[in-house]
């Protein structure tokens, strides 16, 4: 059966490190709404200049343009039996506006697994985060250090830090995060399809934690 998968939680819950696990081990793709804005910033397309001065700051991008660009990636072929959401939705009326998507696709209700990691770990993670620009890996100078200093152990690349990831623009996504995203919470448990996930130690432990809920879940 088909199934859309939210990963939810505060900036830095390692939301697309498990995304990407999950994506691999269930042959479904991960839909990162940060990587598709992020192309459209270098591409210097029409939604990259509209929400580049907004993910700069730290600040969320407007409802319209992030809803756009899911209910288009969502009507691909590859998302027939199902999808990982990363980043989406943020607010309420993204929310509803999804409930509207997966109803008329036939999708049916997503299934909403809610990382949750405390703030100092959060700010530890993104500000010692460095990502590999050609494969994706992810790495953390403090956790997670490549094993030649600032180059990707997989290609050699140089690795790279967003530019959001400074602790001033962070403190300012997790206000935002708690003000618009934190209300989520309460409107997925309505639904019923919330489900509570420690985001603490190693990455293939919560791994273990999301993967069971979902397989738990596909068997009810």
């Known amino acids: 059966m088909a199934q859309i998968l939210i990963f939810q939680g505060p900036p830095g819950a390692g ?3 498990q995304a990407r696990v999950a994506a691999n081990e269930l042959g479904i793709p991960h839909i990162s709404t940060g990587d598709i804005l992020r192309e459209a910033v270098r591409k210097n397309t029409g939604l990259g200049l509209a929400a580049k001065a907004k993910m700069a700051k730290g600040e969320l991008v407007p409802d319209n343009v992030m809803c756009g660009i ?23 009326a993204q929310a509803q506006f999804l409930d509207g998507i997966l109803e008329r696709t036939g999708l049916g209700e997503p299934l909403v697994l809610q990382i949750n990691v405390d703030t100092e770990s959060v700010i530890k993670r993104l500000t010692g985060r460095r990502t590999c620009p050609a494969c994706g890996e992810i ?28 602790e001033e623009a962070i403190r ?33 432990v919560i791994a273990e934690r999301l993967l069971g809920l979902v397989k738990a879940h596909d068997h009810l």
């Open 15 to 17: 939301k697309g490190t």
């Open 172 to 204: 300012i996504r997790l206000r935002a995060y708690e003000e618009d995203t934190f209300p989520l919470i309460d409107y997925y448990r309505r639904k019923k399809a919330l489900h509570q996930v420690d985001g603490g130690g190693a990455p293939e």
């Open 70 to 92: 899911v209910e288009e990636r969502l009507g691909r072929p590859d998302c027939r039996e199902g999808a990982i959401l990363d980043g989406f939705p943020r607010t309420i």
């Open 139 to 166: 790495y953390n100078v403090y956790l997670n250090p490549p094993r030649e200093d600032g180059v990707c152990d997989k290609d050699g690349v140089k690795l790279v830090q967003r530019e959001d990831d400074n």
